[in-house]
C-alpha cells in the first residue's frame, strides 16, 4: 500500500505485492501522513469500500487515497501532496454530486465532512460555517436562534457544493440563491495557500466562487448572512389525477409566475407503488411578517384552482418542511437526471411532458419543477459567476431506480424526456444539476460570465488542479 511504500520496506518484491493503491508510493507520503491531523484511508484498508462511497449508488470509483481533513492545514498539505506526487485531486464535502464529480478513480479525495463547527452571531444575523456540513445540520444550529438562509430542500446535501454552484431553495425567491447570501469564504487555493475571499479581499475569486462550484480553491467555511424564519409556517399540498394533470400543470404555472416573493411552489410529477400517476404541488409562504390568516389567503388559490384529488394548508416547522422529501433521495439508490430551465410553462410544454412522462420506467421516476425567480432574478446576472437568473423555473426529469441492469432504459428515459421538453427551454442549466455533459453545457450553465470565470480559473488555478468539477478550462 502506499503508506508501505512510502516507509521502505526495503523489500522490493514484498512492496510490489502489497501496493494495491496503484500509485506506486511516494517519497513525501510518511512525512505527509504523520503531519495529518485527520484520517487517511488508503485503499485496501479495512473501511475503504464504506469511505470511497458517495450519494449516487450509480457511482462506483476507486480512489487510491481518501482524506478525511478536520481542519485547512489539512486541506493545505493534501492539497500539495496530491500535486507533488501528481496525483488527480476531487473534493468531497456532502458527496451528492449526481457524476459523481466529488470521486475519483486513483487519485485522492480530499473529504471535508468532518468539518462541522458552526457560529451563529444572532445579533449580527451572520453564521460562519464549515464545509462539512450537511443542509439539515446548518438549518438546525441556526434555527436556534430563529434564523436561516437560502439551504435546498434534502437534508442530506452538503451546504458545499451546494452554495458554490448558486444554492436554490425555498428562501431563495425571497433572499436570493445560497451564495448570495455569501459574505465570505476560507479558500485553500492550488498553490496550498489559505486565502479569504469577500468583496473586499480577492474579489474575482469571491465573485467566482459565488456559482463557479469548486474551480478556483477547496472552500474551509463560508461566511452567511441570515434571515428570520416563522415558528411555523403554511405549506399548501395539492394532489391531482393524471386525468387532471394537464389543466393543474398550468394553473400551477399561472399561479408560481405571478406569486409573491415569499412564495416559493415547487411541483412534481409522481407515480404511487399501484402505477397510478399524479401531479403534485407544494407551496408555502416563507415571509417572516403578517398574520397566518393573511399567508393562507396568499396560497388559498392554488387550493381553487381545478379539481384536486386531495388539497390541504398545513403549519409545519421550517425543519419540517426543510427535510419533507428526504425519504425520496435515500443514499445508496441509483439516481440520473438532465435539468434546463424554463421561463414558462407553456402548453406545447406541458402535453410534451406528460406524452414523456407516461412512459417513465418505474414508479420511483418523477419529474420536478423547482420555483425560481423573485430575489434571484434581481441580482445582475455579471454580478456573481451564477448566470441564467432570469428563468422561472427549473425543470428536470429524475430518473431513481435500484438493479444495474436497469441503468439504459433509466437513462434514456430521462434524456428523452428531457429532449421533448428542450424546445420550450431557454437553453440554460444550474450547473449543480449537470452530470458529465460536456464543455458546451458548462458554458450554458455560465452564458456572459464564462469569460470571466477563464480568467479567474487563470489567476487562481492555471494548472487546473481543480478539474474533478463542471470545469472551467484555463487554457
Ligand atoms: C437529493 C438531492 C437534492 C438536491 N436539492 C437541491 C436543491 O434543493 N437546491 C440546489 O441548489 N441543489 C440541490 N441539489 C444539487 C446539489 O446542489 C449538488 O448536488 C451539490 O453539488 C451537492 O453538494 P455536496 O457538497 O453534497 O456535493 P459533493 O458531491 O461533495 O461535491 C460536489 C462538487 O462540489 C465541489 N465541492 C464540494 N465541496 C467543496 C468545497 N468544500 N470546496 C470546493 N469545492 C467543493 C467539488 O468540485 C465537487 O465536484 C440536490 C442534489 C441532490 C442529490
Known sequence: MFSRLAAGTGDKMRSERQDTSGNGGHPGFEAFRQAMH????????????????????????????????????????????????????????????????????????????????????????????????????????????GLATTMGVNSDTGIAGLTLGGGFGKLGRKYGLSCDNLEAVEIVTADGQLLHASAH????????????????????????????????????????????????????????????????????????????????????????????????????????????????????SYLQMQSASDALFARGRRYYWKAQFLRQIVAGAVDAILDAYARAPSPACLLVFQHVGGAIARVPDAATAYANRSADFDCFPLAIWDDPADDDKHRAWARGLWEAVRPFSTGGVYANNLGEEGADRVRAAYGANH???????????????????QNIDPA
Not at 94 to 115: E, F, K, Y
Not at 230 to 238: H, I, K, S
Open 451 to 469: 469569460a470571466r470565470l477563464v480568467a479567474v480559473k487563470r489567476q487562481y488555478d492555471p494548472d487546473n488542479v481543480f478539474r474533478l468539477n
Open 38 to 145: 485527520g484520517q487517511l484511508v488508503e485503499r485496501g484498508e479495512p473501511g475503504y469500500d464504506a469511505a470511497r462511497k458517495v450519494w449516487n449508488g450509480a457511482i462506483d470509483r476507486r480512489p487510491a487515497l481518501i482524506a478525511y481533513c478536520v481542519d485547512a492545514e489539512d486541506v493545505a498539505r493534501t492539497v500539495r501532496f496530491g500535486r507533488a506526487s501528481a496525483l488527480a485531486i476531487a473534493v468531497r464535502s456532502g458527496g451528492h454530486n449526481l457524476a459523481g464529480l466529488s470521486t475519483c478513480n486513483d487519485g485522492i479525495v480530499i473529504d471535508l465532512s468532518r468539518m462541522k463547527r458552526i457560529d451563529v452571531d444572532a445579533g449580527r444575523r451572520l453564521a460562519r460555517a464549515e464545509a462539512g456540513l450537511n443542509l439539515g445540520e446548518f438549518d438546525q444550529a441556526t434555527l436556534r436562534h
Open 201 to 316: 479581499e480577492h474579489p474575482d475569486l469571491f465573485w467566482g466562487v459565488r456559482g463557479g462550484g469548486g474551480n478556483f480553491g477547496i472552500v474551509t467555511a463560508f461566511h452567511f448572512r441570515l434571515h428570520p424564519v416563522p415558528a411555523r409556517l403554511p405549506v399548501c399540498t395539492a394532489l391531482y389525477a393524471w386525468n387532471q394533470a394537464r389543466q393543474a400543470m398550468l394553473h400551477y404555472e399561472a399561479f408560481a409566475r405571478v406569486a409573491p416573493d415569499e412564495i416559493a411552489a415547487d411541483a412534481a410529477l409522481l407515480t404511487q407503488p399501484s402505477g397510478e400517476r399524479f401531479f403534485s404541488v407544494s407551496a408555502c409562504h416563507v415571509g417572516p411578517d403578517g398574520t397566518e390568516d393573511a399567508k393562507q389567503a396568499a396560497l388559498r388559490p392554488l387550493l381553487e384552482s381545478g379539481n384536486p384529488a386531495d388539497a390541504r394548508i398545513d403549519f409545519v
